[in-house]
C-alpha cells in the first residue's frame, strides 16, 4: 500500500479482533466485489489467527501493539488512509455481518451526494432487521435523542457499515470516539457541520464467534454513549455550515 | 477527641514519609507527588493545632471539631483523586495515540521490507 494521489482514490477498511473465523471469508467477498480497491484489515491484537487469515486472503495488516477498543482501531486505520491520501474510506467490520454487495452503492453515495459520512442502514427499504429487545429500545432511545441534535432522523444510529469522504477523515484522524464510537462520530460531524445520509443496506449475522455488547453492556453502552453525545454537544465548535462541493 | 486527632496526626506523618520515598525511589514521578504531600502536610497541620481546626469547624457550622477534619480529609481525598483521574485520562490518550503511531509506521516498515530486493 502506497501514497494515492487518485481523487476517487477508496480503501475499504476492516477492524478486526479475534476474528479468524470470520474475517478471511470478508476479505474475499469484498475482493469480489471490488478487485480493484485494497483492503486494510487493522489488527487490534488479536489473540488468534486474524492477521495471518486476513494476509492470506488478500488484505494488508496493520497491527496494533496492544488492544485499543474498536473506536482505536478504526482511527488507527482513518489515520493511515489519510496519510496516504485516500479521499474515501469504507468501514467494513470483521464479523461478517456487513454485506460487501452494497460497498458499490455506498462509494457512488459518498461521490455523488457531497455528503462527508453515508450510512449503511439494516433498517431502510423495508427490511425488518432482528435486534435484542435492549438494543433495539437503545436504537430507538438514540433516534429520539439525536433528531433535535443532528437535525435529521437517522433509522440506523449504531450501524458501523460506514463510509467517509476526505473532510471527515480528517477530522477523525485527530479525534474520534474510542468506546462504541459510532453515535458519537455522527455528533462529532455534526459539530464540524457536515452532512450525512443512510442508504439501504442488507445485514447478516455474524459468520462466526460472539457480540461482545451483552444485555448487561447494553445498559452501560446507553449511558456511555449518552454521556459522550453531550459532551460532545456542549464542545463549542464554529458553527459556520460548510459549503457542499 | 485527642486520641483521633492523634491518629490523624500519625496518618498524616505516614503518609508524608510514604509519598517521601516512593518520591526518592522514583516510584512517583515528582510533579505527581505535590498533591499527596500537601493533602498530607495540611492534615498534619490541622490535626495539631486545635485553635485552627475549631476556628475551621465554625466556618463549617459544626461544633465538632473531629468532623471538620474528616469533612476536610474527604474533600482533600477527593481532590487528589480527581487529579489523578485527569492523569491517567491524559496517559491513557498520550498511549493510545503512541500505539496507533508504532503500528503504522510498523506496516510502513513491512511495506518497505516487502519492496526491497532480496540480497545473498
Known amino acids: 500500500m502506497r501514497t494515492v494521489s487518485n481523487p476517487d482514490s477508496l480503501l475499504i477498511l476492516v477492524p478486526a479482533f479475534n476474528e479468524e473465523g470470520a474475517v478471511g471469508a470478508v476479505v474475499r467477498e469484498i475482493r469480489r466485489v471490488l478487485p480493484e480497491v485494497p483492503v486494510l484489515v487493522v489488527d487490534d491484537c488479536s489473540l488468534d489467527g486474524t492477521p495471518m487469515v486476513a494476509r492470506e486472503a488478500g488484505a494488508e495488516v496493520m497491527t496494533l501493539p496492544h488492544h485499543l477498543g474498536l473506536g482505536g482501531a478504526v482511527q488507527a486505520g482513518y489515520k493511515l488512509a489519510f496519510e496516504l491520501g485516500y479521499q474515501y474510506v469504507i468501514r467494513v467490520d470483521g464479523d461478517g455481518q456487513h454485506d460487501p454487495a452494497c460497498l458499490p452503492r455506498i462509494l457512488e453515495a459518498l461521490r455523488t451526494s457531497g455528503c462527508e459520512m453515508v450510512i449503511g442502514s439494516r433498517f431502510l427499504g423495508g427490511r425488518a432487521y432482528p435486534t435484542g429487545l435492549v438494543r433495539g429500545l437503545g436504537i430507538r432511545f438514540f433516534r429520539l435523542v439525536l433528531r433535535p441534535i443532528l437535525g435529521q432522523r437517522v433509522e440506523d444510529p449504531t450501524s458501523g457499515f460506514v463510509g467517509v469522504a476526505r473532510p471527515a477523515l480528517e477530522v477523525f484522524s485527530r479525534s474520534f470516539p474510542l468506546e462504541y464510537p459510532e453515535i458519537e462520530a455522527l455528533v462529532v460531524l455534526q459539530r464540524k457541520a457536515f452532512r450525512f445520509r443512510e442508504i439501504p443496506c442488507r445485514f447478516r449475522p455474524r459468520l462466526a464467534g460472539r457480540s461482545t455488547i451483552t444485555t448487561l453492556k447494553s445498559f452501560y453502552y446507553i449511558l456511555h454513549v449518552l454521556l459522550g453525545v453531550f459532551v460532545n454537544v456542549l464542545k463549542y465548535e464554529g458553527r459556520r455550515r460548510r459549503r457542499g462541493p | ?120
Open chain 2, 1 to 120: 477527641m485527642t486520641g483521633l486527632l492523634n491518629f490523624f496526626t500519625g496518618l498524616s506523618l505516614a503518609l508524608l514519609i510514604l509519598v517521601l520515598i516512593s518520591v526518592r525511589r522514583a516510584h512517583i514521578r515528582v510533579e505527581y507527588s505535590v498533591a499527596w504531600l500537601g493533602a498530607a502536610l495540611a492534615l498534619l497541620v490541622l490535626s495539631r493545632y486545635h485553635w485552627l481546626l475549631e476556628r475551621l469547624a465554625a466556618v463549617l457550622g459544626t461544633a465538632d471539631a473531629p468532623l471538620a477534619l474528616m469533612l476536610v480529609t474527604g474533600c482533600l481525598f477527593l481532590l487528589v483523586l480527581f487529579r489523578v483521574s485527569m492523569v491517567v485520562s491524559e496517559l491513557k490518550d498520550a498511549n493510545i495515540a503512541l500505539a496507533q503511531r508504532v503500528a503504522i509506521l510498523e506496516f510502513h516498515l513491512r511495506t518497505l521490507d516487502e519492496k526491497a530486493p532480496t540480497s545473498g
